[in-house]
């Protein structure tokens, strides 16, 4: 694998609550000094994808809803994240730092160009990007690969409540087998839940590799990206030396 500068982190919403309360400025200020620290140690330019499913989910709406209209809270559930972690890696220091979001909201974030946000990275920024795809039905995982694929990221880190990929569910099943490297043919073959199926198949066309970890071990990227120790996750990828 060649030498990685550029990567694309999907962070589910979760991240940002605790002890009941949907958004927590001290959990924001901790994943802000985190990201920081990695983007020191490794030099690499972060884009960094919200998730909202701490605020609202547009799929936890019941039938009578809209779905359309859920998924638009689920996506400015995503903003208001975002802002927050933008406030807090400005607050600790990252102070060019990039909000832009999936439809306009000139207010309160830049609206996403595609070759502006290229701009950010080739300077430097971290480039937070929210509101999904803008498009309803669609799930922040299609909005990862396809920002991963429109921003020429080498990698897509997906954060995880889980340490990888594993042949069964390691919640339930305690001799579940785990995966430090997977091909996505494989994925497919044994129909392993990995991330939204649309999403997984672009990368695959696309030729992106996939990292997934565990969203505790946010300060052992450095590890990844530097030394290619995978060993804390699973890498996904169309070449695999190992299973």
């Known amino acids: 694998m060649k030498k990685i500068d550029r990567v694309i982190l999907k962070t589910s919403g979760e991240l940002f609550g605790q002890n009941g309360d949907s958004i927590s400025f ?24 919200v998730g909202g499913g701490n605020i609202f989910r547009g799929r936890l709406a019941n039938e009578e809803v809209d779905p359309t209209e859920a998924d638009a809270m ?10 927050g972690l933008r406030e807090a890696l400005i607050r ?8 832009m979001t999936a439809f306009p909201l000139p207010s309160f974030a830049e609206p996403y ?11 430097g920024r971290m480039v937070i990007l929210a509101g999904g795809t803008g498009l309803p039905g669609c799930s922040t995982d299609t909005a990862v690969s396809q920002y991963a694929w429109e921003l020429k ?8 409540t889980t340490d990888g990929v594993y042949d069964r569910d390691p919640k339930t099943n305690p001799n579940a087998k785990k995966y430090s490297e997977i091909s996505f043919k494989k994925v497919f073959e044994e129909k392993l839940r990995v991330m939204d199926m649309t999403a997984f ?43």
């Open 201 to 243: 198949t672009k990368c695959e066309e696309w030729n992106l590799p996939i990292f997934v970890f565990d969203i505790k071990d946010l300060d052992e990227l450095p590890k990844v990206i530097m030394e290619k120790d995978f060993s804390m996750g699973t890498l996904i990828s169309n070449e695999v030396l190992t299973t």
């Open 113 to 123: 160009i595609r070759q502006k946000a290229r701009y950010h990275l080739d300077q």
């Open 153 to 160: 990221c080498q990698m897509v880190l997906k954060a995880s």
């Open 26 to 49: 001290e959990k924001l200020d901790q994943v802000a000094r985190r990201l920081i620290e990695i983007k020191k140690i490794t030099g690499v330019e972060m884009a960094v994808v």
């Open 92 to 99: 600790n220091g990252e102070v060019e730092t990039r909000l």
């Open 74 to 83: 689920g996506m400015l559930a995503t903003v208001m994240n975002g802002i």
